[in-house]
């Protein structure tokens, strides 16, 4: 049974917050960094400016520089430190969809037994440096998105919170809405901390490296430590946000190929042929429908691919098409061997929509690739039974939601 621990959260008020809070840096383009810079003073990219200040040599030098400004945040009164809490933090789509999830710490230790399971390998570079800072920050202000199957007990605790008014209300220019409970009665808190811990098991939805990181500088703080360890200090813990399968939104991640290995677009169709069931559908725009549906765009024209039976033959892996893609299309016939490195393959996130096939045929046809793929989302429970048999997807196999805003509640690694 995995643990789960309130914290003392460090938020913006609830003047503030709407000046503070920002999405994850990586969402952002140069264009959209360089304005919010320059016209959010107060905003959660100031206190982490310093990771991309080039005058700033040592990479040491640069995180400890973002604790400083963690510090002077706070003493500005700008953030504010709550007494231990959970967090019920909920994000409305534009389009009406809804996901609500429970904030607190989980436990590295049930992260190195499996009790928290993953699904996605990890790239080391990622990990030591994203450890690297939290050696010298020490705080987490993104958490890891965990998942649950579903527990009835759980959602009512969180539905009974959710019935009094919000501390913090935050909405995106395009409309999507952030909301935050926060739960510090002692009954409350109880009642949460022991349905959570009922559960046989958490998964990680999105956030791999950021937990693989935590158990490198959990590591580093034990044997760093200069007083005996007894496993309940703060750098034991990371943060996390836990949503139900039942809430989470999985989008497709779909393929764009520079080139065709030397093959002919004819060619190309031919080698596909053993493994898959090629319909040509001409210039009619296809979004994929079902699992082992997958739209290709190549040379003008779309076409629906279905694999055949011959591939469904491995448990877990052949549930997903991209495994099947890799193993079948972009390894043998395009000899891209390691799809993590090679150039001649980019990853799109896409929309479970028209507009996202409609996104990849404008790459191609402007000619920046050769030939598109769009994928049916990976269903919750594949991803659930990957993590179950120990076995892992190929990369940007899902594209997860909800994307937690920096900065709603931060944990703070020296409290």
């Not at 699904?119 to 998105?145: C, G, M, N, Q, W």
């Not at 409309?175 to 510090?184: I, S």
């Not at 005996?228 to 989470?248: I, M, Q, R």
């Not at 009619?284 to 024209?301: A, F, R, W």
């Amino acid at each position: 049974m995995p643990q789960f621990k309130p914290f003392k959260g460090i938020r913006p008020t609830e003047e503030t917050s709407q000046e503070f809070v920002t999405l994850a840096v990586n969402q952002y383009s140069k264009e959209e960094l360089d304005y919010y810079i320059n016209n959010r003073e107060n905003s959660f990219l100031h206190i982490i400016l310093p990771t991309w200040d080039e005058t700033i040599q040592d990479p040491k030098e640069k995180f400890r520089k973002v604790r400083e400004n963690f510090e002077d945040f706070i003493s500005k009164k700008i953030l504010t430190q709550d007494k231990s809490s959970f967090y019920i933090y909920q994000v409305i789509q534009p389009d009406g969809r809804e996901t609500k999830g429970l904030l607190g710490l989980v436990n590295i230790d049930d992260y190195r037994q499996n009790k928290i399971k993953k699904h996605e390998e990890t790239l080391e570079r990622r990990v030591e440096l994203f450890a690297d800072y939290l050696k010298e920050s020490h705080f987490h202000a993104e958490p890891v998105l965990l998942t649950y199957k579903p527990a009835q007990r759980v959602d009512l605790l969180i539905d009974t919170e959710m019935k009094r008014k919000p501390i913090l209300k935050i909405e995106e220019e395009n409309g999507t809405q952030h909301l935050l409970w926060r739960v510090d009665n002692r009954l409350n808190l109880k009642q949460l901390k022991d349905s959570i811990e009922k559960l046989d098991e958490l998964y990680i939805a999105d956030g791999h490296h950021r937990m693989e990181s935590s158990e490198r500088y959990t590591k580093f703080a034990v044997e760093n430590s200069k007083d005996e360890v007894y496993g309940d200090e703060a750098f034991n813990y990371t943060l996390a946000l836990l949503v139900s399968n039942e809430d989470l939104i999985i989008n497709d991640y779909n393929r764009l190929i520079k080139d065709l290995n030397g093959l002919t677009p004819e060619a190309f169709l031919t080698a596909l042929e053993a493994d898959f069931e090629i319909i040509p559908k001409g210039d009619e725009l296809v979004v994929p429908t079902k699992k082992h549906h997958i739209v290709m765009y190549l040379d003008g024209q779309y076409y629906s691919l279905y694999v055949k039976n011959n591939l469904l033959t491995t448990e877990g892996l052949s549930e997903l098409d991209t495994y099947i893609f890799e193993e079948n299309v972009m390894k043998p016939i395009l000899n891209i061997q390691d799809s993590k490195k090679d150039k001649r393959i980019h990853y799109e996130c896409g929309t479970r929509n028209r507009e996202g096939v409609e996104a990849l045929k404008n790459k191609v046809d402007h000619h920046d690739y050769i030939a598109a793929f769009a994928f049916y989302p990976v269903d919750v429970k594949d991803l659930q039974l990957i993590a179950d048999l120990g076995l892992k997807m190929p990369p940007k196999s899902t594209y997860i939601e909800p994307k937690p805003l920096s900065g709603f509640a931060v944990f703070d690694l020296k409290e």
